[in-house]
Nanobody, 121 residues
Framework: QVQLVESGGGLVQPGGSLRLSCAASGSIFRLNGMGWYRQAPGKQRELVATITSGGITNYADSVKGRFTISRDNAKNTVYLQMNSLKPEDTAVYYC???????????????WGTGTQVTVSS
């Protein structure tokens, strides 16, 4: 079993900052890509940012220049630094990781349970 536990969400005013963390634990032989997705009420889940095991990043156009994804491979943890937050960033943010649980096992996607981010004055 693999668990992803997010933390760091909350209520922030427009223009403010938050830092999300997601720690992966359990039966992890190898971690590949990790990322953050979000889902606003009435909308589909969308990609926010991803990062490969080698540190290559990818961002949604809507967050480029404001959000920064990073990871600590020794801690199996991915972070999302969110600056200049806007009301439209309000959503539940989900952590995702591609995991191999043992040698020669297939890669599988795992998801956290989500953390609420609300941007409002």
């Amino acid at each position: 079993q693999v668990q992803l536990v997010e933390s760091g969400g909350g209520l922030v005013q427009p223009g403010g900052s938050l830092r999300l963390s997601c720690a992966a634990s359990g039966s992890i032989f190898r971690l590949n890509g990790m990322g953050w997705y979000r889902q606003a009420p009435g909308k589909q889940r969308e990609l926010v940012a991803t990062i490969t095991s080698g540190g290559i990043t990818n961002y949604a156009d809507s967050v480029k220049g404001r959000f920064t994804i990073s990871r600590d491979n020794a801690k199996n943890t991915v972070y999302l630094q969110m600056n200049s937050l806007k009301p439209e960033d309000t959503a539940v943010y989900y952590c995702n990781a591609e995991v191999r649980v043992r040698v020669y096992a297939p890669w599988n996607d795992y998801w956290g349970t989500g953390t609420q981010v609300t941007v409002s004055s």
